[in-house]
Structure formats: C-alpha cells, structure tokens
C-alpha cells in the first residue's frame, strides 16, 4: 500500500554542525496497517512522515501510495505538491484553526477539493458522519477556541478522515494529552483505526503508545531505522542493544560469544559465567556482545534454594536496594560488581542476608551486537 | 507591542525565524508567481529613490540643463569647509542627547507603570496614545509657545526678578534636545514598557527567593536583563533623531544651529533655483551614516532578544510594593503626564482662544473668543483634512496589502523569500527629508504626470512606510503556528486558498494593527511631505508648518487641536488592536 524506500533526507545544522533528518528508510506497509515510527526526539521519526505528507521534500528517495509515486528522485524527478496526495493527517499541536467552528474545520478537506464539487448537503452529512465517528456528534457550531485539549484532538481527527483518506498520518497526537485523557484516546484511536480500517502512519517517542497500538513498529535512532517489526518482535527479539533500552527497561551485560547454533548459544558475561541466549541476529564480532535481560523475566530466589527449572540461567547477586512502586517492587542485585534490575511482585520475600539467585529462562534472554555503550 | 513599534531593523524576518528548521512550505508555482510579482513591485518602489539620488549627487548643474555634466563637485563642495563638521557633531550632539534624555524619561515612567504598585498608571497610557494622534509640529510650536521669549515661564521670570532678560532661551541646542527628548518619551516609554512585559517575571522571583530584596533584585537582575534592549532601543531613537525635521527646522534654523536634514532642507528651499546636486550629495552621505547605524542597530537589538523570554502563559508578574515611595513614583507619573501633556495642550488651547500671541495674563482673558476656530473652518481647511485622510488611508492601504504578502512569503520561507524581505526592508535607510528628494527627482525625470498631485505623495509614503507594515506582518505571521497551515495543505489546499481562507483571517489583528500604525504616522508625517506638497496638494502638517512660518500661530492651534482630537480616536483604537494583536495567542500551540 505504502512503499517507502531508500528515503533521505539530512538538515544541516551549520552553527553547530549536528545533522538531523532520516538516512536510507525502507518499508512497505500493507493496506490496513496501523504502523508506528518509535524513536527518541530528533531521531528523525517526524521528518519521515513529514515527507510522506508532502510538507518536507526528501533529498533521495521513492515514497508510494497503492503503486502510484508521490516523490520519485531517481531520473526522472516526481514531486506531487503536498495538496495533491489526498492523505490525512492529525498534527502535534492539532491545527484546529481558531477562526472556524468545528464544522467549518471539518468540512474543509471537502471545500477546496480541486477534482470534486460537494453540494452543501453532502458536506453536512460527511461532517456528522466524521464527527459521530470520534463522538463528537452535534458538536458542529462549536467556535474551535471553545474547546478541550481532547476535543480538539478529536476534531483533528474528524477532519482528517472526512475526505476518506488512503492514509492517515499522526504526528506524536496524544504527547498534548494528560496522563488519563491520554490512555483513554489511545484506546479509542486503536478501535477507531480498526474499525475504518485505513493504513496509518503513526509517529511517537512514547513506548508505551507504540507497543499499544501498532501492528508494525519502525525504531528509529539518529536518522536510521534500527529494527522494524511486531511489537512482540521489538519487545522480545530485539536485534540491537538500542532497541533493547529504547523499548521497555533491561539489563545489558557485556560479553562474548562462545557458539551459536540453530538461533541460540551460549554467551559468557560477568568475569567467565556462560549463559544461554537466543542469538536472533548476525553477530560478526563473537567478542563483543551484549546481553539483554528484561527486569521483569528473573526471578529472586534465596541462596540457599536449588534452582527449581532446569535449563534456567542462574546467576549468584546481592540485594543492594529495594524501590516499592504500588504493585510491584524494583531490586537492585549486584552480580560481580555490576548491577541489575529485577522487578518483582511487591510480596516475594528477599532473603535477609540478601543473598540470592537471579534465574530468567534461555528465551528471555537475548544476545546482540555490539557492546553496551 | 515591541512589533508595533520597533521597527527601525534592518535585521530580516528569515534572519528573525532562524530559530527554526529549514522547511520551504512553499514549493508551488503560484508562490513563485507572487514572489515574482512582489519582487517586481517592491524594486520599482525601492531602487529607483537611491539611483536618482545617487545621478542627482554626481551631476553637476550648468547654466542650462543641457549643459549639466557627472563628476565629484558636488561632493567636494559639501565636503569643503568647516560647515560640514559643524553640522555632523551637532546632528550627532542632538541625536545622542535627545536619545538619553527620551529614554531617562520613558525607562522611568516605564518600570514605574509596568513593574510597581504606583497608582494613577493610565496617566501614562493616555500621555503615550495622544502623542501617537498629535503631529510632532504641533508640539514643537506648543513647547516653543511656552518656553519662548513672550511664553508663561520666561514671562512669569520677568514679573518676578524684574529682569529684562529671558530665563530660557529655547533656540539653542539645549532647547532642541529638551523639546526633541520631550516628542520622544511616549514613544520611549511604550517600547520599553512593551520589553518589560516581555521579560520573564520568574527570574526576578528567582532572585527574590534566593534573598535578594527589592532594590537588589532590581539592580542585580532587572536592570541588566534590560540593558541590552535599553541599548538598541537608546540607539533607535538616535537614529530618529539624526533623521528629525521639526526640531531642527523649527527651533535650529531660528537659533542658527544647523544639522544635516536642515542643511539639505536650505539647500532645497532657500536657493534659487534649488541646490539639487548639492542636496544630493549630502542625502548620499547622510543615507550611509543612517546605514551605518541601522546596522548597528541590528546587531543591538539581536543581542537583545536572547534575554526576552516571552513565556506565553499569559499571566502578569507580581508588581514590586514600593510602600509610601509609591506616592513618589505617582508623583513622577503626574509631573510627565502635566510635562509632556497638560502643558502644551493648555498652551495650544490658550493660544487658539486669542486674536494674536499674548502671555498668559488677566488682562488677555478679554480677548477671548472662539473666532480662530471659526476662520479654521470657514477658510478651506476641510480640503486639507480630506487631503491628509485620502493620502493616510490610501497609504496605510497599498503599504499592508504589499507586506501582508511580502511578510508570508518572507516567514514562510518561499523561494526568493528574502529578497522580497530585504525590498520591503531597505527604504529605513531614508530619512523622510531625502526620500522627498529622491522621489520628486525621479517624477521630474519620467513622464509620469503625478508630480503636485496627492499622488505622488502616496507614492513616496508607501515607500517610507513598507518597512512598518513589513515588521506588523513578519511578526504576525511568526505567531501562527506553522501547523495551522500545513493542516490546510494536507487537506488539500492551494497556496493561494492557504493565504486567503487561514493565513488572511488569523493575521488580521497583526495587518488592522499596521494599518492604523501607517495611518497615524502618514498622517502626521511632515519631513517627507515638505518638498513634495504642492499648492493643490497640501497635508496637515505640512500646512500648520508654513502657518507657524507665516506667524499665524493662533490660527495653527485651533486647526492643530481640532486635527489631535480626530486623530486621538483613531490612536485609541489603533493601541487596543494593537495590544490584542500582540499578546494574541490566536493559533499558538
């Protein structure tokens, strides 16, 4: 459906030389797709929508929409004007503009259509329809000023699907959001996709967000795309200790590769202690790589206790602090001087010497390129 | 408020939106058509003034036109002598101690409005706004009135020393400054008042929590934060001094000291037949130095802003308690309000009550009566007020229509953008004297038939007055959000619907703002209208200049009074707009 390949496009900062912008983007989505690009601010995450959008114009690159091209520049050059791609879009800030009610801010994918002519009739009935889609119905005569934050956010939405887009892009909408209106729109956003079921293009620095709502995620770090995948895929198999960090918590633990075979092997960490590993990636250089260990997958069990499951790793620690946080507690474990994080139930008991063993299973544990920076 | 009335930059809105990424919005061939139409205009405005000033400075007159030739004489001979020198330092005497004096009153009457719990605050305000409405010719005549040999303060001196002698004499530098710095503080203090609201009150509080007490805190945080602004704003009203007219022509000339727009003004009328060439090359030299100051002006007022946080949350910092000092400080607000209000409005309305000029006495009191008024408005002068309105209206008109399309394409960053912003920029350069000049010199030279006609004096005004309308456009359009018109691309919009369904509606406040803005000054503007009014095409101001000339002081008054009401209104209106404009949070995210 969308097909974005090799897409550039690098701003030059030249008081103090940092370069923003996206390196060699490639994806493909399928119709559908509820797709999220994940990374860090400045990560270049929203110049690639832009782009998608018509706003920015890439240096390099193809981006096209069910095989028709919107930006080609190859030989011979295509740029279709940002008016021109027929997408919708729910900015950052929202963009409701303060000079129209709620109904002239919907209509208006409607009345400057170049192609079409829609009688006032058939403008009103897809304005309510767009409106009773986010509920929002009977909202029409609303100045915009005279709105909530959520309400605009809605209405944002409404004017972005109004002219039945092929594809919706969102730039970070819920990061205007408190905490509770946040989680709630999150919700609503993901039944709404599903249920028009239009392709989206969604972008967020926020995990939590990504993981919610995507079927595809793209991570994105200074200007490249780091892994694209499943939020299953990107949470458990991460393929790059950046991925590792960026989504969830984890521990990495510096080490070296001493065999892999069919997808798993074994990894010595901690000054000559050998775990197993799912190695899901090419690792070129076995001397140096990382392994990623969830807080949430060890289990503390006391010194003293044999390890229960056969075939767990287990490493020796000790408990050096303990943060309550409500339902579940985070430990501190110092194993040969390096520190981990495990996160358990606020009511397993630690052991008074707080002498334990961390246990986490083979497939929670990943291995990775490269060294822990 | 600091849009609404700093504008002399020559900084450019690109330069002013570096701040943000490089993203031209604008890609579509119908915004490379409008910057080629604006580029196209905005050059047959703007250059042909400087190239006909620069011909006129190198031709050198013969006895007959034709026998004129180019060369450096004229430079030579302005360059010649000691007049020259003379001339130069006291411009710059002037300018620097009027600057001081201006911005000593209005830095004061400033922090005392806009940082204190003194009262009787709107004194300033009204001060401030009727001396937007009042051309500066009537108050120069109305400062000279009262401190002149027959006015109330010598007079009374005279009564009670007995002395013959004056106890002021007003024609001297020191008068010019006293009555220059005097024009310039309501000015002063609406741009230093406009920079202290901008400040961040929670760096003062910072201080305060830390333990610094009042005086500390205003010394230690407040004053150094402003100096920066207080420099480029002290620099302004330099540069506007060294460009003064009224001044120098009204209390220099009497009192034999001259300055360079008044040398160049002598050059033009006192000469048979006019010393062009001579006039010329003194604007040229005058034109560099402006230059010369504009940019350091820039640079000023760049380093400036680094310190005006404009926070956006919209709410007011807690004014200093100054105790009983605040009876003080409400002191000071009356005395500037009697100063730079009272005094010459009473002085004016005296005046305009008598057959001729009498000190302010019992025995005068007779002779009051309303007749001046009555001849004012039997003898024609409502030609004059529709001139004056015609031209203003007109002005204010073409000027915000131009930028309002120059600003866009400027801050939205279109191909060509900047040249169209540098066009719309330049003619601040021009002080109003030497932009008559040049204008009367090119309709002299193209067989355009509009020389002593009105308009040629729009022509010269839209020059004068893009800059003005630029800066109310250019910072309109850096406060709507740039989201707000991308929203309306994606949906499908054409540039041009863009501008006219979002960018139009959002930045009418910033445009009706500059319109009045343009409107009040074409309408008292008197150095640029001088050598360009002709007989069928006289402005108010130009007009109360030649009655102050001819002696018909009491006459003046009563047409000036009349003239300052009108324009009052329009001020009044002109500072709510532009109040709202500015702090509009309309389509800020």
């Known amino acids: 459906m969308l097909r974005v390949e090799r897409l550039t496009k690098i701003f030059e900062n030249s008081t103090d030389q940092i370069a923003g912008g996206i390196r060699d983007a490639s994806f493909t989505l399928d119709p559908g797709t509820f797709f999220t690009m994940l990374g860090p601010s400045g990560c270049g995450k929203t110049t690639t929508l832009r782009c998608i959008a018509g706003l920015e114009t890439p240096d390099d690159g193809i981006i096209s929409v069910d095989g028709r091209a919107l930006f080609d520049g190859g030989g011979k050059r295509i740029n279709v004007p940002v008016e021109q791609r027929a997408v919708g879009m729910v900015f950052q800030s929202y963009a409701i503009w303060p000079h129209m009610t709620v109904a002239e801010n919907v209509a208006f994918p409607l009345t400057v259509m170049k192609h079409r002519r829609y009688s006032r ?64 729109m999150r919700s609503e956003l993901k039944r709404l996709q599903s249920r028009i079921g239009i392709t989206t293009v969604y972008v967020t620095h926020d995990q939590s967000e990504a993981l919610a709502l995507s079927d595809q995620i793209a991570v994105i770090d200074k200007g490249t795309i780091r892994q694209i995948g499943s939020p299953q895929d990107i949470y458990f198999r991460p393929t790059n200790p950046f991925v590792a960090r960026f989504v969830g918590a984890t521990n990495l633990l510096a080490g070296r590769l001493v065999g892999a075979a069919n997808g798993r092997g074994d990894v010595e960490v901690l000054g000559g202690r050998k775990i197993t590993c799912l190695v899901p990636s090419a690792i070129a250089d076995p001397s140096s790589v990382s392994v990623s260990i969830r807080p949430e997958s060890v289990r503390l069990v006391p010194r003293a206790d044999a390890p229960t499951i056969v075939g767990d790793n287990c490493i020796p620690g000790t408990v050096t602090g303990v943060v309550f946080l409500g339902a579940t507690r985070r430990v501190d474990v110092v194993s040969d001087g390096v520190t981990l994080q495990v996160t358990t139930a606020a009511d397993v008991l630690l052991p008074a010497d707080g002498a334990v063993d961390l246990l986490f299973a083979p497939e929670r544990t990943v291995a990775l390129p490269g060294k822990v920076s | 408020m600091t849009a609404s009335f700093d504008v002399a930059r020559i900084d450019t809105a690109a330069e002013r939106s570096a701040a943000a990424p490089r993203r031209s919005l604008l890609s579509a061939w119908q915004t490379a058509i409008l910057s080629a139409l604006l580029i196209v205009i905005l050059s047959a405005l703007v250059i042909p003034p400087f190239l006909l000033l620069v011909q006129g400075s190198l031709t050198v007159a013969g006895p007959t036109p034709s026998t004129s030739t180019f060369g450096l004489t004229n430079f030579e001979a302005v360059l010649s002598g000691r007049h020259i020198v003379t001339t130069t330092i006291n411009s710059l005497v002037f300018a620097a101690a009027s600057a001081a004096l201006a911005l000593l009153l209005g830095w004061a009457t400033a922090w005392i409005v806009e940082r204190t719990n003194t009262p009787l605050k709107p004194l300033a305000y009204l001060t401030a706004i009727i001396s937007l409405g009042t051309p500066y010719i009537l108050y120069v005549t109305a400062w000279l009135l009262f401190f002149g040999k027959a006015g109330p303060v010598n007079h009374l001196y005279r009564t009670l020393t007995g002395n013959i002698d004056v106890l002021i004499n007003i024609y001297s530098m020191a008068g010019m400054v006293l009555v220059e710095g005097f024009l310039w503080s309501p000015l002063a203090f609406l741009l230093v008042s406009a920079t202290l609201r901008n400040a961040n009150p929670e760096l003062e509080e910072a201080a305060r929590v830390h333990g610094a007490g009042v005086w500390a805190t205003i010394r230690r945080v407040t004053m150094r934060l402003s100096l920066p602004s207080i420099m480029a704003l002290a620099m302004l009203v330099f540069i506007r001094a060294v460009e003064a007219f009224e001044v120098p022509a009204l209390v220099g000339l009497p009192g034999r000291i001259s300055v360079l727009t008044t040398d160049i003004y002598i050059n033009m009328v006192a000469r048979a037949p006019p010393d062009i060439g001579g006039a010329s090359a003194l604007s040229v030299l005058m034109l560099l130095l402006v230059f010369v100051l504009l940019y350091v002006y820039g640079r000023l007022s760049r380093h400036a802003e680094r310190f005006a946080t404009i926070t956006g949350k919209g709410f007011r910092p807690r004014p200093f308690d100054l105790g009983r000092l605040r009876y003080v400080a409400a002191g000071i607000l009356i005395f500037n309000f009697i100063l730079l ?166 930045l009418a406040p910033a445009l009706l703002a500059g319109w009045l803005f343009i409107f009040l000054m074409s309408a008292r503007a008197l150095s640029l209208p001088i050598l360009l009014s002709g007989p069928r095409s006289q402005l108010m101001a130009v007009a109360m200049f030649d009655l102050w000339g001819n002696g018909q002081g009491t006459e003046l008054a009563a047409l000036g009074l009349m003239w300052s009401m009108l324009m009052t209104m329009i001020a009044l209106v002109f500072y709510v707009v532009a109040r709202r404009s500015a702090g509009g949070a309309l389509g800020r995210a």
């Not at chain 1, 969102?170 to 959001?177: A, F, G, I, Q």
Request: hydrophobic share 55%; with cysteine.
């Open chain 1, 121 to 184: 009739a058939d403008i009103e009935q897809a304005v309510a329809k767009a409106l009773a889609v986010v509920d929002l119905a009977g909202f029409q005569d609303r100045p915009a000023p005279r709105l909530s934050g959520g309400q605009q956010q809605r209405v944002a939405l409404a004017r972005a699907i109004v002219h039945e887009p092929r594809l919706l892009l969102l730039d970070e909408p819920l990061s205007n959001l408190d905490a509770q209106l946040r989680d709630e």
């Open chain 2, 341 to 506: 209000l009272l005094v010459p409005m009473l002085m004016l309305v005296w005046v305009s009550l008598l057959p001729f000029f009498q000190p302010v006495s019992a025995a005068a009191l007779k002779l009051v009566s309303l007749s001046n008024y009555r001849t004012v408005l039997e003898s024609g002068q409502l030609e004059l007020m529709l001139n004056t309105l015609m031209v203003a209206v007109a002005t204010a008109t073409i000027a915000v229509g131009l930028t309002f399309v120059a600003g866009w394409l400027a801050v939205r960053r279109a191909p060509c953008g900047w040249i169209v912003d540098r066009l719309a920029t330049i003619p601040l350069v021009f002080p109003g004297l030497i932009l008559g000049i040049a204008v009367m010199q090119l309709f002299l030279a193209v067989p355009i038939p509009i020389y002593g006609t009105l308009g040629i004096l729009v022509w010269a005004f839209v020059i004068n007055y893009l800059p003005y309308g630029m800066r109310y456009s250019a910072s309109g359009m850096l406060q709507i959000h740039r989201e707000l018109e991308e929203a309306a691309a994606v949906c499908g919009a054409t540039p041009m619907t863009r501008l006219r369904r979002i960018v139009a509606p959002l």
